[in-house]
């Protein structure tokens, strides 16, 4: 990433069940002030229920596209689909000066740290307890087989041995979700007022 960028990039990663979702609930009131950058994917959309905002989809040629002309600034394939970041998802408001946040998986985290200095990105980890813990509020919010919720502790294992790595951890265990909310709104809302206002 260039010099010339004068913005700043925060990455949310956040493993399943860890309460993401009231992460972002509790900046409301800053979005206006932050460029949510897209996640493109080859996925189909779904019929019936209402897709992710932040995604964008293409047609597997499209992002195939995309890979062969290095326009992504990271990409990955699961269960058969393309999910990835095209450059300019970060480039363009980073370089005007703007606050970009995106939700990044493992993966993608270590790409993007390679790519741009640690001055200029923020790595906020969720941290909500043990694999039982999440395991349980997983299983709370729909049903899930044996096979896929191997799959995600597979993930989570992954995910939290790279903690420590994290610049800021936000600890959403049982019972704190208040307190993690305001940890979460105070560390982003710093940032906001140093960079984009």
Not at 74 to 84: P, Q, R
Not at 138 to 160: F, G, Q, T, W
Not at 178 to 193: G, K, L, P, T, Y
């Amino acid at each position: 990433m260039s010099a010339t960028h004068t913005g700043h990039l925060i990455l949310l990663m956040a493993p399943s069940g860890s309460g993401k979702k009231k992460m972002l609930e509790s900046i409301e009131h800053l979005t206006d002030h932050i460029y949510f950058a897209k996640t493109y994917t080859s996925r189909a959309p779904r019929t019936g229920t209402e897709e992710n905002p932040k995604y964008h989809f293409v047609s597997r040629d499209e992002f195939e596209t995309l890979i062969e002309t290095d326009a992504l600034i990271e990409w990955a394939e699961f269960s058969g689909n393309y999910y990835g970041t095209p450059k300019a998802e970060f480039t363009e408001p980073l370089v005007k000066g703007r606050v970009v946040m995106k939700e990044m998986e493992l993966q993608g985290v270590q790409q993007i740290r390679q790519l741009i200095s640690p001055e200029q990105c923020t790595v906020i980890y969720v941290d909500a307890g043990s694999w039982e813990d999440l395991k349980g509020r997983i299983l709370a919010r729909a049903p899930m087989d044996a096979e896929h919720l191997a799959m995600r502790k597979e993930r989570y294992d992954e995910e939290s041995k790279f903690m420590p790595e994290a610049d800021v951890v936000i600890e959403n265990h049982n019972g704190k979700l208040e307190a993690a909310q305001e940890h979460f709104s105070r560390v982003v809302e710093d940032i906001v007022n140093e960079y984009s206002r």
